[in-house]
């Protein structure tokens, strides 16, 4: 894609990274925290490794510790040498040499003024145009409060270069919540300076089901519901809540994966071709798909939607403790760790193919993917030997082993007429010497060029809450169907997961 | 018996199948191509590196290699052939991901024949990458069918005897003679960082003082010939739309000069001694202007080996440094770097069209 500063400075022409963001200063809300320290920073690394980072660029730490400069980059440093162990002490100093600190209450309007002062001293030292992107990387509570304090000190203004600013998840509670937020954030910035990240949609293969869906012949003819049977998305954790209890226990696997994860890779499956690669036609299309989706009512949020949590059990051998011992959890808590949904999207290419979504939280392994389900061929002609045919089976693995596999039947060699299924693999880490970069790399790289392709718009944000606030609502009002603890750790969730397959010939996939 | 296609598609046949005691070894095992790599060396000596990044190369991009090699020795059949598997854990460590490697080694007189035997061998419908490890040969039938063929071909300037006439020629007669095939220099590839961090300095608001570009000083290692640095000043002629208006030169000189829109620019090439000469063939650049405010635009290797600074100043106050880390690339990487990208390289298209502008005319009697 050509940028701007490709146009002004023909020596960026042809070089393989042309796509270098124009100068600008990063300010990270929450920068004393995980993210920036496990993800943001080494991602910015990654980038400037790359050349992608533009030559004048700053980074302004903020948070309520009371640490110097020096003590901030220290800690970035330190955190940073563990993915970088070979860091040698000039790379970082000159990686460094334009990060600052300032230490402040996200509801003092004094810090805000201090740091439209600072931006403004660093335009002027180190050539960054004006150009500002606010990442909130703090807890959801105090997403607003710093929202409307940055359009109180004049720094969602647009005069000298841009102001983006980049909100982490979760966007919201539930739907009026997030109604709520959408509002207060339009209140000071437009919907283009808007940033809502999914790391998700970072993610290289999820990127490739856009290449792979559009840019071959083969698959868009089948890929609707005369040969679909169904459709599986599937994002399994090994991990239980660890040190998120406290979050989790309001949250839940819901609100946590399928909101947005789920959601939006559903989204990029079944959605129709977009007018165009371009940001607003991607999400208008990913918009329609999750407007589709048949609304659960009182009878199908039983039928259609099955819940539960994790007892004790066993993972890699070693006993594991169940959700409600977890520390930080009520003894006695209702949250799901674990969900599966029947999804209908009522599109005239979908009608009637069921999208099974499950996610849930120790399960054997971690693992996303996203299997299409061919129809059963008819077994006409092999029938004597073979009972069944297996479907024709698409899986794309979207973490670990980022690849995608066709499943096949194929004759068994020898003199009589077996029918074997075997897989045509494709993995990024056999064909690509490349590895995949990190989601945030990707992301920080794209906002930093103004391009929210891989970012979800609000009217997005809003059709996935309203889709799913009928299942939150009826879980967090009734008792779960069968008591939890329903599904022992290590086990792939509750057997009531099973109903919602209907069909004889479908099983969730053993991965 | 003479070897045949078929011969060498059984042994990789049999090679690819495993025996039970193979099976309790190897589980789950992958062959993968992505690529044809065909490579050409001139001697044994040469034979033997291109053997060893073929190898490093395998892992990187699985594919069909062949290697053609002359025989070490007179009394060696006219043509033999090994068949070898290469396998390796791929990034899910789930996997063995095996590709192959075919060597011919053949007698002078039926090596350079070997194109169509080498045809034969090709895994349809994958790329061609033909490598010519050695120096730009005059009139040789292998090389000239390979290139009518592949998708592309890599030489390295480098290690071209006489550099001078060698880029002359090919920026004489490549396109003419082989329009369909891409031409790559491992030797462009090496200056593509360098490239990287001088455009780097001229982003954004800096970008204005390009225009104002007056002298561009390049150091280089002493003892070698400043093909890079070379190159760097012809890229800089391209993308700034500088005309060489000097006389055709055939060798390189300390000084030459293009005219740009705003006037003279001087390009001077300096040796300079260095630590190591492998590492060091460019040494540093530096960009100078004249306009309202002056400016200094400067590349330099760091005194860690391992880095360089790029660092500008404007007015003689220091506008902007950075440091990158910058580890010498050897052939295998470089090759690599060229073989993830398959589209063509514009830039260095117009680049060696301005070097054709600079250099003395080839005699191409001699093509």
């Known amino acids: 894609m050509a940028t701007p500063i490709l146009m002004e400075n023909p020596l960026r022409q042809g070089l393989f990274a042309d796509r270098v963001p124009a100068p600008c200063s990063l300010v990270i809300y929450g920068a004393s925290g995980d993210l920036t320290h496990r993800k943001l920073v080494p991602a910015l690394f990654d980038l400037y490794e790359k050349h992608l980072l533009p030559a004048s660029f700053s980074l302004i730490g903020i948070s309520r510790s009371k640490i110097s400069d020096e003590e901030f980059k220290q800690g970035l440093k330190v955190a940073l040498k563990e993915s970088?162990?070979?860091?040698?002490?000039?790379?970082?100093?000159?990686?460094?040499?334009?990060?600052?600190?300032?230490?402040?209450?996200?509801?003092?309007f004094k810090t805000y003024q201090a740091l439209s002062q600072m931006l403004d001293q660093v335009d002027q030292e180190n050539g960054t145009s004006g150009n500002r992107i606010f990442y909130l990387s703090t807890p959801p509570n105090v997403f607003e409060n710093i929202i409307s304090n940055l359009g109180a000190a004049g720094l969602a203004k647009e005069e000298k270069g841009f102001a983006r600013i980049v909100i982490e998840k979760p966007f919201g509670h539930d739907l009026e919540s997030a109604q709520e937020l959408n509002q207060k954030v339009k209140e000071v910035f437009k919907e283009r300076q808007i940033y809502r990240i999914d790391h998700y949609l970072g993610k290289e293969t999820?990127?490739?089901l856009l290449v792979m869906r559009f840019a071959n012949s083969i698959f868009e003819p089948i890929w609707d519901r005369r040969y679909v049977d169904h459709i599986q998305i599937t994002a399994?954790?090994?991990?239980?809540?660890?040190?998120r209890a406290g979050y989790y226990e309001s949250s839940g696997i819901l609100r946590d994966m399928f909101q947005n994860h789920l959601f939006q890779v559903m989204s990029l499956v079944a959605m129709e071709p977009p007018v165009a690669f371009e940001a607003n036609a991607i999400r208008d299309e990913k918009l329609k798909i999750l407007k589709s989706i048949r609304p659960f009512n009182e009878n199908t949020v039983y039928q259609w939607a099955v819940r539960g949590q994790y007892g004790p059990g066993y993972l890699s051998g070693e006993k594991v403790p169940g959700y409600r011992e977890a520390e930080g959890v009520n003894p006695k808590s209702n949250t799901p760790t674990y969900a599966a949904l029947k999804i209908f999207l009522d599109t005239w290419r979908w009608h009637g193919v069921p999208f099974l979504l499950r996610s849930g939280k120790r399960l054997p392994k971690r693992t996303t993917e996203v299997a299409i389900q061919f129809k059963q061929p008819p077994n006409l002609l092999f029938?004597?030997?073979?009972?069944?045919l297996s479907p024709n089976v698409m899986v794309i693995r979207i973490q670990p082993d980022e690849g995608i596999t066709l499943k096949f039947e194929t004759k068994v060699p020898g003199m009589s007429m077996e029918v074997r299924t075997v897989n045509m693999d494709f993995r990024y880490g056999t064909s690509f010497a490349e590895g995949t970069s990190e989601a945030?790399?990707?992301?920080?790289?794209?906002?930093?060029?103004?391009?929210?392709?891989?970012?979800?718009?609000?009217?997005?944000?809003?059709?996935?809450w309203a889709a799913l606030m009928p299942v939150l609502n009826h879980w967090e009002t009734t008792e779960p169907e069968r008591h939890f603890p329903n599904y022992e750790a290590g086990t792939w969730g509750p057997a009531e997961a099973d109903n919602l397959l209907e069909k004889p010939w479908r099983k969730w996939r053993r991965l | 018996m003479a070897v045949s296609a078929q011969m060498i598609e059984k042994d990789l046949a049999e090679l690819w199948k495993s025996d039970p005691g193979e099976k309790t070894k190897i589980i789950g095992l992958q062959r993968v191509y992505t690529t044809n790599l065909v490579a050409y060396a001139s001697d044994h000596e040469e034979g033997y590196r291109a053997d060893l990044i073929?190898?490093?190369?395998?892992?990187?991009?699985?594919?069909?290699?062949?290697?053609?090699?002359?025989?070490a020795d007179k009394s060696e059949a006219p043509l033999r052939y090994y068949v070898l598997g290469h396998c390796f854990f791929g990034s899910g460590r789930e996997?063995?991901?095996?590709?192959?490697?075919?060597?011919?080694v053949a007698q002078n007189e039926v090596i350079e024949n070997l194109y169509g035997f080498t045809f034969s061998l090709l895994m349809p419908d994958l790329p061609v990458e033909f490598w010519w490890p050695g120096d730009l040969p005059y009139q040789n039938v292998y090389f000239d069918k390979m290139a009518e063929q592949s998708n592309r071909v890599w030489v390295d300037s480098s290690k071209f005897k006489d550099p001078i006439q060698s880029l002359s020629r090919l920026s004489a007669f490549w396109n003419s003679r082989y329009p369909h095939t891409l031409l790559g220099d491992l030797n462009w590839i090496r200056v593509q960082r360098w490239r990287a961090l001088i455009a780097e300095m001229f982003d954004g608001e800096w970008a204005?003082?390009?225009?104002?570009?007056?002298?561009?000083?390049?150091?280089?290692?002493?003892?070698?010939?400043?093909?890079?640095?070379?190159?760097?000043?012809?890229?800089?002629?391209?993308?700034?739309?500088?005309?060489?208006?000097g006389k055709r030169i055939s060798e390189f000189p300390e000084k030459f000069e293009f005219e740009g829109p705003q006037g003279e620019v001087e390009v001077v090439l300096t040796p300079v001694p260095v630590r190591d000469i492998k590492l060091d063939r460019i040494f540093a650049i530096g960009l100078t202007t004249d306009g309202n405010q002056p400016a200094l635009f400067t590349v330099i290797r760091d005194e860690d080996p391992h880095c360089v600074t790029a660092r500008s100043e404007i007015n003689q106050r220091v506008a902007f440094t950075r440091t990158v880390t910058f580890e010498h690339l050897q052939s295998n990487e470089l090759l690599n770097v060229g073989l993830k990208h398959m589209e063509p390289d514009f830039i260095w298209k117009q680049t060696l069209q301005v070097i054709g502008t600079v250099l003395e005319k080839p005699d191409l009697t001699l093509v």
């Not at chain 1, 060029?449 to 996935?464: H, K, N, W, Y």
């Not at chain 2, 073929?54 to 025989?71: S, T, V």
Request: hydrophobic residues 35%.
């Open chain 2, 208 to 245: 204005k003082y390009l225009k104002d570009v007056k002298k561009v000083s390049i150091a280089y290692g002493k003892g070698t010939q400043p093909t890079r640095s070379f190159f760097l000043a012809c890229w800089l002629a391209a993308q700034m739309g500088w005309k060489y208006k």
């Open chain 2, 95 to 104: 996997k063995k991901v095996c590709c192959d490697l075919i060597k011919l």
């Open chain 1, 440 to 464: 945030y790399e990707r992301l920080l790289l794209d906002c930093m060029l103004g391009d929210a392709t891989l970012f979800i718009r609000g009217d997005e944000v809003e059709a996935a």
């Open chain 2, 54 to 71: 073929m190898n490093d190369l395998a892992e990187k991009h699985p594919g069909r290699y062949i290697l053609i090699r002359p025989a």
């Open chain 1, 236 to 243: 399994s954790e090994d991990m239980g809540v660890g040190s």
């Open chain 1, 84 to 108: 970088e162990p070979q860091l040698s002490d000039s790379l970082w100093n000159s990686f460094s040499q334009n990060f600052h600190y300032m230490a402040g209450g996200y509801d003092d």
């Open chain 1, 383 to 388: 029938k004597t030997n073979v009972s069944d």
């Open chain 1, 206 to 208: 999820v990127q490739n």
